[in-house]
């Protein structure tokens, strides 16, 4: 259990910053920058229901489920769920193809990160070795 707690700590980090970026920033920048930060999100919840998932994998995992997500808006579903918050903030409700590149773009942070926190890991646990 204590694997997952990093990753969910991560995950609340994460809302905290979509919430904090929907509240401060408007137009495209807050836009594009919630599509970034919703597929991170996905990434650290594939994380804590998966730990030992590779960066790679996850981030895979993490941008394939948010297009289908977007591809999921070109049906009549979404829009008719859309009068829900909680239905609108994780189906959305019509399709924008440039969301695309976001979600890619949040995966890909994700990856980098989780790189980074790993290496740093790595190194911490060679330090206290030696």
């Known amino acids: 259990m204590r694997i997952r707690l990093p990753y969910a700590v991560a995950a609340v980090v994460t809302v905290a910053l979509g919430l904090g970026l929907r509240t401060t920033m408007d137009g495209a ?3 594009y920058g919630g599509d970034a930060l919703y597929t991170l999100l996905v990434f650290w919840l594939v994380l804590v229901l998966a730990p030992r998932t590779r960066g790679l994998v996850a981030g895979a995992i993490a941008c394939g489920l ?10 009549p579903i979404p829009a008719e769920l859309s ?3 909680l239905a609108r903030l994780v189906l959305g409700s019509t399709f924008n ?8 773009v949040g995966a890909a942070l994700g990856v980098a990160i989780l790189a980074a926190l790993r290496r740093a890991q790595d190194r911490t646990t060679v330090a206290a070795d030696t």
């Open 97 to 104: 193809a440039p969301d695309l590149f976001w979600y890619a």
């Open 66 to 75: 948010s297009w289908a997500v977007e591809f999921f808006q070109l049906t």
């Open 83 to 85: 009068g829900n918050p």
């Open 29 to 31: 920048v807050a836009k």
